[in-house]
């Protein structure tokens, strides 16, 4: 009786026991151990729907995540936005701890990207408070991801799991030119970064693999189960350490001497890493998200997910104007993508006006419209007649003045699709159109964007301190037209005269240097101004990667369509 006694309640351990090897919760913590995700914040409101999109598309069950969030020293709503994720996310992941802080700014930071000796020990001991955090709870893995990384591909965290190492990154780019990544392939006896050749190696994948490197940095996955790993620190310092207060170093350096390896993983594309600038406003980084968004991940990924669990609220405007035009050709949809990327980002509402393709100028539409080229014009520079480009760019503006007069527009913007954007564009011209306002300015146009030709001659508009009487510019890229200016524009019957449009605008208001040209143009009395400094500017200039002219490469205008004596009898 005591046998059988003893061989049931054998039995019924051993299914309990199978019981729980089988059970859901087992089964899912040995298939997909618990990874602490390390997240570090700092006014990064800009990028935080974006990061967190990315973060949210991970190929891993996030019931198997926990979320450790720590932001402080923040200038925008990073707290509230990420305080709003982590309550609707509570119920898909494991856990979410959220950490916020309240001081705006370091004692001796210059810049939301400046880095002191004081912000390092602090971000030293912020990681720290993560390796502290899963050690306490015993999870396993920590996975630190920068809020300015991108990791674009779902399996990222499955396959660095896989490679079985202590310490290891998957490699991110900042594009496909800029030579930069999360990884140094050389180090100096400091502790500095050292340039090899390895380094290029690995970054054009000339070699494939898992490779071992001195140090990788911003999005790693560390494997708290390695040998040694128990003593792998962030903070403090041991008394001994002669190295720089670095938190990537100190840990590098760290790991080094317990002699675990760092590796970094190129055997895939895994994602982005924004490029790092230092002593920026707050502005300036949204600026340099802003296009690096437009620039990069837009054209190389198509679309960019947005997190699914934040209410990300849009209130687009014009700007307090009647209208924002957009002058692009249908056939250069990258540049009409990537300015309506910015826009969106901007939160402006602008219309796509499809630009006259020269291209696509017959004999029989030059005919029809009368378009014939102003008698003795030529380039100043290259000493040749119009190119059916310039015309096509003439008519785009041309057809955006006759609107802005047939709707009655009392003010627009006119923008061209190969636009960079300062920072502060929005709220630089509003304080600029305040400032029209309060000075009562009678304008007619005022250039955002040219190419200043005699600086020296300009000279400010008084009472103001950011608007100048420019003088002979160049370039259409961006400008503010009133009714009255379009009005004056259309007057001149420029079509039977014409020139390239950024000769037209300073001939108006009366600062072209070439007096014959002026003869014809009576009266040039169009009230312009410029505002200083510049909003915005060409995304290239000749001669950078990148640049295209679609006027530089058309053909030129057909000698029929050179004006002669029936012009000067109009005039």
């Not at 930069?180 to 190696?201: D, F, L, M």
Request: net charge negative.
């Amino acid at each position: 009786k005591q046998w059988y006694q003893r061989r049931v309640r054998g039995r019924a351990i051993l299914l309990l026991f199978i019981s729980v090897l089988l059970s859901p919760i087992y089964l899912a913590e040995e298939t997909h151990p618990t990874v602490l995700l390390g997240v570090l914040a700092r006014s990064r409101a800009h990028i935080l729907p974006y990061w967190l999109g990315f973060i949210e598309q991970l190929n891993y069950p996030k019931s198997s995540i926990t979320v450790h969030i720590q932001t402080d020293h923040n200038q925008d709503t990073t707290p509230q936005m990420l305080s709003e994720w982590a309550d609707s996310a509570e119920s898909l992941y494991k856990h979410i701890e959220l950490h916020t802080g309240g001081q705006i700014s370091y004692t001796q930071s210059l810049g939301p990207s400046a880095w002191d000796e004081e912000r390092y020990t602090h971000m030293m001991k912020l990681r720290q408070n993560v390796l502290d955090y899963a050690r306490q709870h015993n999870i396993r893995y920590v996975f630190f991801v920068d809020t300015d990384n991108f990791i674009t591909n779902p399996d990222t965290l499955n396959i660095l799991i896989s490679r079985n190492k202590g310490i290891v990154a998957p490699m991110l780019m900042i594009n496909k030119d800029i030579l930069y990544s999360n990884y140094w392939a050389g180090i100096t006896r400091g502790g500095y970064y050292k340039s090899v050749p390895e380094y290029r190696e690995i970054w054009n994948r000339k070699k494939v693999g898992v490779h071992e490197v001195p140090m990788v940095h911003s999005t790693l996955l560390i494997d708290l189960h390695t040998d040694n790993a128990d003593r792998l620190k962030y903070y403090p310092m041991d008394k001994g350490y002669s190295g720089p207060v670095d938190d990537i170093i100190h840990f590098g350096l760290t790991a080094t001497s317990l002699g675990i390896p760092m590796y970094v993983d190129n055997e895939m594309e895994y994602g982005y890493i924004l490029i790092r600038t230092e002593h920026n406003t707050v502005s300036e980084e949204v600026t340099t998200w802003q296009e690096y968004y437009a620039d990069t991940l837009m054209p190389d990924l198509g679309t960019v997910p947005k997190s699914q669990l934040l209410q990300i609220k849009q209130h687009k405007s014009k700007l307090g104007f009647d209208e924002v035009y957009m002058i692009n050709l249908e056939r250069r949809p990258e540049r009409r993508n990537r300015m309506l990327a910015l826009f969106d980002l901007m939160n402006i509402d602008a219309k796509v006006y499809n630009a006259v393709d020269g291209r696509k100028l017959s004999e029989q539409k030059l005919k029809e419209l009368n378009v014939k080229q102003l008698e003795g014009y030529e380039d100043p520079y290259l000493k040749r007649p119009l190119k059916m480009g310039e015309i096509g760019c003439f008519l785009s503006h041309y057809y955006i003045w006759e609107e802005v007069v047939n709707k009655n527009y009392k003010q627009v913007v006119v923008l061209e699709d190969d636009l960079r954007f300062k920072p502060n564009f929005k709220s630089g011209l509003s304080t600029v159109m305040k400032e029209v306002s309060d000075l009562g300015l009678d304008w007619d146009l005022i250039y955002l964007a040219r190419k200043i030709l005699h600086y020296q001659k300009e000279k400010w508009v008084p009472l103001s301190s950011r608007l100048v009487t420019p003088d002979y510019s160049y370039w259409t890229a961006g400008y503010l037209v009133s009714n009255s200016g379009a009005r004056k524009l259309l007057a001149q019957k420029p079509l039977q005269k014409m020139m390239a449009v950024d000769e037209y605008l300073p001939l108006m208001f009366d600062k072209h240097p070439n007096s014959e040209w002026k003869k014809q143009f009576i009266p040039r009395d169009l009230h312009a101004y410029s505002v200083s400094p510049l909003l915005a500017e060409p995304q290239f200039y000749i001669g950078q990667k990148g640049y295209l002219s679609d006027t530089e490469t058309s053909t030129i205008i057909d000698p029929d369509h050179l004006a002669k004596e029936d012009v000067k009898e109009e005039l």
